[in-house]
C-alpha cells in the first residue's frame, strides 16, 4: 500500500483543516488506518486510529472532541477533519495503515505516508 497525505497548511488558532490520505492498492479496504504527528524536537505521537471497515474509532485524549477520522474505502481514502485547532496541533502529520485493530503504537503501522505540515498560528 503506498499513502499520499495532503491538506496540510497554515491557520489560525480556532479554525479547521480537513487532512487526506490516498492510497493506492487493492487492500485498503483490509486495513486499519491511523493519523499520527510529529512536532519539532518531539516523538511521533498516536491521534487518531479507524478500523477497515470504519466501524469503530479512537482518538489521543488530547484531540477528543476536536478531531474526527473517517474513510471512504471506495475512493480508498481516509481522512482526519481537525477543528477549533490549537497551536499545540502544529506538526507534521502522517497517515499510515495497520492490519492491527485500533492500534496506537507506531510500531504496529506497516506503511507510511510522507507526511503533511499543519502550522497552527496564535
Known amino acids: 500500500v503506498q499513502l499520499q497525505a495532503s491538506g496540510g497548511g497554515l491557520v489560525q488558532a480556532g479554525g479547521s483543516l480537513r487532512l487526506s490520505c490516498a492510497a493506492s492498492g487493492r487492500a485498503f479496504s483490509r486495513y486499519g488506518m491511523g493519523w499520527f504527528r510529529q512536532a519539532p524536537g518531539k516523538e511521533r505521537e498516536f491521534v487518531a486510529v479507524i478500523t477497515s471497515t470504519g466501524t469503530n474509532t479512537y482518538y489521543a485524549d488530547s484531540v477528543k472532541g476536536r478531531f474526527t477520522i473517517s474513510r471512504g474505502n471506495a475512493k480508498s481514502t481516509v481522512y482526519l477533519q481537525m477543528n477549533s485547532l490549537e497551536p499545540g496541533d502544529t506538526a507534521v502529520y502522517y497517515c499510515?495503515?495497520?492490519?492491527?485493530?485500533?492500534?496506537?503504537?507506531?510500531?504496529?503501522?506497516?506503511?507510511w505516508g510522507q507526511g503533511t505540515l499543519v502550522t497552527v498560528s496564535s
Open positions: 499510515a495503515a495497520t492490519t492491527a485493530t485500533l492500534a496506537t503504537d507506531k510500531l504496529w503501522y506497516n506503511y
